[in-house]
Structure formats: C-alpha cells, structure tokens
C-alpha cells in the first residue's frame, strides 16, 4: 500500500486530478483505480470527483496495469445484434475477456472489434478502446460499445447518471425470504484476497434489485431476475454471496457445489436498454440463455 499526504497546492482538488499530479498517471487509470476501491481517503473509498484536503492521506491500494494499444485479431468471432454510426451491441459468451490486461494480452472482445470495427481504435481509452462497461470473463450477454467519440462521453455519462438499464438473470442457491428485494451494501477489494471483491465498510455504494423468477427443489434453488442500478466489479456475484445465496457454479464466492455442477457462474446479462447517445431514441435488446445455461435449467425438477 502506498500513501501520499496532499500538498497545500492541491487542497480542494478532485481525487483523480490529485493524484494525476502526484503519480503522472492518466486520470483514466485512477478513474479505474477508483471504481475498484483501490483509492482510499480518510481510510474510505473514494470515488474520483471527490475534493481532497490538504494533509489528508491518499492510500493506493493497486497501480494500474501497464497494457499496450491493443491490435485487431480476425480470429476472434464477434456476434453483433445491433450497430449503427455511434454503437455497436454485441452478446459476450462466456469465457471471453472483455479487453487485454493481466493474463490476457490478446484474444479478447476488444480485438475482435478492431479486426471488424478498426475505428473503435479511436475511441476512449487506447487500452480498452471503445469500452463503456464490462462483464466478467464467465459472465455471457448483451454489452454495448460506443463507435463515435460523441456515443463515448454519451454512454459514459448515461451509466454514471443510471440511465442504462442492465438485467441479468441469476441462478442462486436456497430459497429467498422474501420475493423481492434491493441489496445495498458497499464493495471494495477484499483484504484476503486481492483479485476478488467484498462487502466491507469503506466501500463503494453498490445497490442490485432482484426478483425471484422461479423457486425449484432437488437442489433447492431460486432463479432471479437482477438490475444494476451501480456497476461495481463482480457486484451481483457478491451481493447474493453476502446474503447467503451465491450464484451456483460461482467458485470464487462459494457458489460451486456437488449436488448442481456448472462449468461457471450461472449469471447472463439478458437485458439492456438506454436512449440512443445521439439520437435519444429508446433502444432495449434482449438475448436469451446460451445453450450451456439453458440446458441446466431443463435438467432441474
């Protein structure tokens, strides 16, 4: 962990232009920084608009990955359900990362989409070009990506202000108590374990609606339909782990059990529906289960 007092001269800055000054890193990268509750002010995450005083301590809990400008891979297969000037929908299946980064240098969605759409290169951030949000690696379904620098700031915007609507639909372990119900608990990297995430105080505000689809026995099981309405890393995935009811097939949050083997996480992103970013007309896609998942289902009692 690093920590670094704030200078008189940077009193009543933003976090992310404070320590833009103090590392010489990009205010993006600290943006990311942020987002994973790696950046902590008065032991608290700190979210990157937040105005810093002087004397208060900065601690980083991670640095950013150092990742080159990804390049174009025909390889890599891109199922497109909508794209027009400004955007591109594409339905993720499982197993594929979204952009390069740790462990993953190629092969990912980004570089399938330069291969096909070579200006995103242009757009955002030149090491996930045209990426607005993500999904997990297991997690399969709908994400969109901006084309135009104008559909970026747009959709950015639009998801910090929860203007984009993001449905999953989960399969969890037990029964609910009750058949509805919001989750509001804060999320920030795990003190145990560096690549997962948890519910502790200091974290960043996290909220997930759910509602329960389906109630099956033999194992005892609930389907949820479940709503972002932040997008904390593997927020869904801990937020029904924290209130005893993982996602099965979900090992890195106790999900993975005998009585009901899945290869992975049984969470697809099914939903998703916004104003286009330059039109503003109303947009909504929805992608059924994959084969893998649907098949889990028919197999239950």
């Known amino acids: 962990m690093t920590e670094l007092p704030v200078p008189d001269a940077l009193a009543g800055e933003r976090v992310d232009r404070a320590l833009a000054t103090l590392t010489g890193w990009s205010r993006a990268e600290i943006g990311r920084l942020c987002d994973g509750g790696d950046v902590l002010v008065g032991g608290r995450a700190a979210v990157k608009s ?18 080159a400008a990804p390049g174009p891979e025909p390889g890599v297969a891109i199922v497109v359900r909508h794209t027009d000037d400004d955007l591109i929908v594409v339905a993720k299946p499982a197993g594929l990362v ?16 330069l291969a096909r759409f070579p200006e995103v290169a242009g757009i955002g951030e030149p090491a996930r070009p045209g990426i607005v949000h993500r999904l997990d690696r297991d997690t399969s379904g709908l994400l969109v990506v901006a084309r135009s620098p104008r559909a970026f700031d747009a959709l950015v915007d639009a998801i910090a202000r929860r203007e984009v609507e993001r449905g ?25 374990r560096r690549t997962r995430m948890a519910v502790r105080e200091g974290g960043r505000e996290a909220r997930t609606s759910y509602e329960v689809v389906r109630e099956l ?11 972002l309405e ?23 949050y106790r999900g993975s059990r005998s009585s009901l083997p899945v290869a992975r996480p049984f969470l697809h992103a099914g939903t998703l529906a916004f104003a286009h970013p330059v039109t503003g007309v109303p947009m909504q896609f929805e992608e059924p289960l994959p084969a893998e998942l649907a098949a889990v289902l028919e197999r239950l009692p």
């Open 50 to 67: 937040r105005r810093v005083a002087s004397g208060e301590v900065i601690e980083l809990l991670a640095e950013p990955e150092e990742t």
């Open 98 to 113: 979204v952009h390069p980064g740790a462990g993953h240098a190629g092969g990912t969605l980004v570089n399938g989409l």
């Open 168 to 192: 999953y639909v989960a399969l969890v372990w037990g029964h609910l108590d009750a058949p509805r119900g919001v989750i509001d608990a804060p999320i920030g990297r795990s003190t145990s």
């Open 217 to 227: 026995t033999d194992p005892d099981v609930s389907l949820l339909a479940c709503r």
């Open 230 to 252: 932040t997008g904390r890393t593997h927020q869904i995935r801990v937020h029904l782990a924290a209130i005893g009811h993982p996602i099965v097939g979900d090992g890195a």
